[in-house]
T-cell receptor, first 111, second 109 residues
Framework: SQTIHQWPATLVQPVGSPLSLECTVEGTSNPNLYWYRQAAGRGLQLLFYSVGIGQISSEVPQNLSASRPQDRQFILSSKKLLLSDSGFYLC??????????FGPGTRLTVT | EDQVTQSPEALRLQEGESSSLNCSYTVSGLRGLFWYRQDPGKGPEFLFT???AGEEKEKERLKATLTKKESFLHITAPKPEDSATYLC??????????FGQGTRLTINP
């Protein structure tokens, strides 16, 4: 199986500040990579996914963007955070058609 | 549109009291159904994958089954450490998972 690393674990940022969350994967090559957001007590909402370097698919229009500069690196960014960007952000990786493995998550609070 | 509905939203059981969680799905051609366990403040942990109706998978006190319209996660003689939120998801296309809202399970000692 693969291991997903995410950091930081928690983050408190003021409204209007930039954001950069990083995710790296070990244990597999050419994985699909995913960013999800989870609101309190809710299911997972897919934000972005990538099937290869430089290839990003956006699932919902929002204040966020994603990039994949290397095969095993996935970055979630924002130029200016909104209060509504608060939530639990999860990175996941997996091969096509099979299970995804999740990282430990980042709790983002925008104040 | 593919949809996944889990019930109940929350379930409280006594230790040793067996029960089942339900995951109903609407998808055009099921390619895979996945069960995850999520502890508070942590990422989901993969449990099972089911691909075809009639398939069953087991792990310790958990058993997942699949029909053409729904999946069940059976919990036999649960212990307090089984308390968690259990998430169900279906594969959409070859790349994406569509998740249900989860069932929050609490096992009282």
């Amino acid at each position: 199986s693969q291991t997903i690393h995410q950091w930081p674990a928690t983050l408190v940022q003021p409204v209007g500040s930039p954001l950069s969350l990083e995710c790296t994967v070990e244990g597999t090559s050419n994985p699909n990579l995913y960013w999800y957001r989870q609101a309190a007590g809710r299911g997972l909402q897919l934000l972005f996914y990538s099937v290869g370097i430089g290839q990003i698919s956006s699932e919902v229009p929002q204040n966020l963007s994603a990039s994949r500069p290397q095969d095993r690196q996935f970055i979630l960014s924002s130029k200016k955070l909104l209060l509504s960007d608060s939530g639990f952000y999860l990175c996941a990786g997996g091969l096509a058609g099979v299970e995804q493995y999740f990282g430990p998550g980042t709790r983002l609070t925008v104040t | 549109e593919d949809q996944v509905t889990q019930s109940p939203e929350a379930l409280r059981l006594q230790e040793g009291e067996s029960s089942s969680l339900n995951c109903s799905y609407t998808v055009s051609g099921l390619r895979g159904l996945f069960w995850y366990r999520q502890d508070p403040g942590k990422g989901p942990e993969f449990l099972f994958t089911l691909y075809s109706a009639g398939e069953e998978k087991e792990k310790e006190r958990l058993k997942a089954t699949l029909t053409k319209k729904e999946s069940f996660l059976h919990i036999t003689a649960p212990k307090p450490e089984d308390s968690a939120t259990y998430l169900c998801a279906v594969l959409q296309g070859a790349q994406k998972l569509v998740f249900g809202q989860g069932t929050r399970l609490t096992i009282n000692p």
